[in-house]
């Protein structure tokens, strides 16, 4: 009798597994983002790179957003300001994940340790330059991982969107990404009509990689807004400040609206743009006797441009069956 009695409660409870197992289901996929950059150490540029965050998180509400800096010297400028309590003091509006930032390959890491198996890694990136170039390298090396048995793959998906310009390749024609990011700017055109002046962007730009892209979106800006002279240069490749300078005083242009045309208004937008050393770009046009107003705020702080990254997201989440 005591046997069957434990023949049937040893049934019971297997039945009792096994009904739990069907009511459960499968595991659920856990899905982020990762949106990464070059970072900035100046409080007030992170207003580009938390607009950004937040009109992806508002588009993908369901989704953890993570940031993550690329640069390793402006990852540990904010991880030594943590005990700085003057700095702390002084900027308590500051986002703890910037104090704790972390580059790609760890956030990756600590996403994936908390269950997260489909990642999207969302360069904020300007171009497919330098930058966007290592990041590829990132994600292609952690998706070469291959375990013996499949349920121990790091991740499901492990994908990366490109960058506002687009990318080589024929996914995505990177003319067409022009457009957008064109569309996007109409704001600063509008400011320099008002002032009656031409607008100059100062890009990034790389001593490495060809700048191209750069000439082409002045091109695409020039066809889209034919009434404002407009000039994009870089800090490093081409077109470089004298270029700019040259097309200025050919066009015979008298005052001009100087903006930097990269995510954020940082080191390179309050000092090689707007500083008061000679050679800056303020310095050296107005040198020529051109009258030059300056915008300090980077383009991520445009929601228009945020909005580009959102649909880059979408793009790539599309391509790989993914639903966010």
């Known amino acids: ?54 009109e992806v998180q508002k588009a993908f509400p369901k989704v953890k957003v993570k940031l ?11 991880h030594k300001r943590q005990n700085d ?28 340790d908390e269950g997260y198996n489909i990642i999207i ?17 990132y994600v292609n090396g952690l998706n070469s991982i291959k375990t013996i048995k499949a349920k121990f793959m790091p991740f499901k998906k492990l994908v990366l969107g490109r960058p506002l310009l687009g990318k080589c390749g024929t996914s995505y024609d990177y003319h067409e990404d022009l457009i957008p990011a064109a569309k996007a700017l109409a704001f600063d055109v509008a400011l320099a009509r008002k002032k009656d002046a031409a607008l100059v962007y100062m890009g990034h730009g790389n001593e490495f990689y060809s700048t191209g892209t750069y000439v082409e979106f002045q091109q695409a800006l020039r066809k889209m807004y034919p009434d404002t002279p407009i000039f994009v240069g870089t ?81 790539i989440a599309s391509d790989n069956n993914i639903e966010l």
């Open 85 to 112: 309590k003057k700095f702390l003091s002084e900027n308590k509006n500051i986002p703890r994940e910037i104090l704790y930032v972390k580059g790609p390959l760890a956030t990756i890491a600590d996403l994936q």
């Open 1 to 54: 009798m005591k046997k069957l009695s434990f023949v049937i409660i040893a049934s019971v409870l297997s039945l009792a597994v096994v009904v739990s197992s069907f009511a459960m289901g499968p595991k659920k996929d856990k899905k982020a983002i990762v949106l990464a950059g070059f970072g900035t150490s100046y409080p007030s540029a992170l207003a580009a790179i938390t607009n950004i965050q937040d």
């Open 235 to 315: 800090v490093e490749g081409f077109p470089s400040l004298d270029n700019v300078v040259s097309g200025l005083t050919h066009m015979g242009i008298k005052k001009v609206v100087l903006k930097p045309f990269m995510i954020v208004a940082g080191d390179h937008a309050n000092n090689d743009m707007a500083g008061d050393e000679d050679d800056s770009w303020k310095s050296v046009i107005k040198a020529k006797g051109i009258k030059v107003i300056t915008v300090i705020h980077g383009i991520g702080e445009n929601s228009d441009i945020a909005k580009i990254y959102v649909h880059h997201i979408k793009d």
């Open 121 to 137: 890694v969302q360069p904020t990136h300007i171009y497919y330059g330098e930058e966007y170039t290592d990041l590829t390298s």
């Open 68 to 78: 993550a800096f690329t640069s390793n010297i402006i990852r540990n400028i904010w």
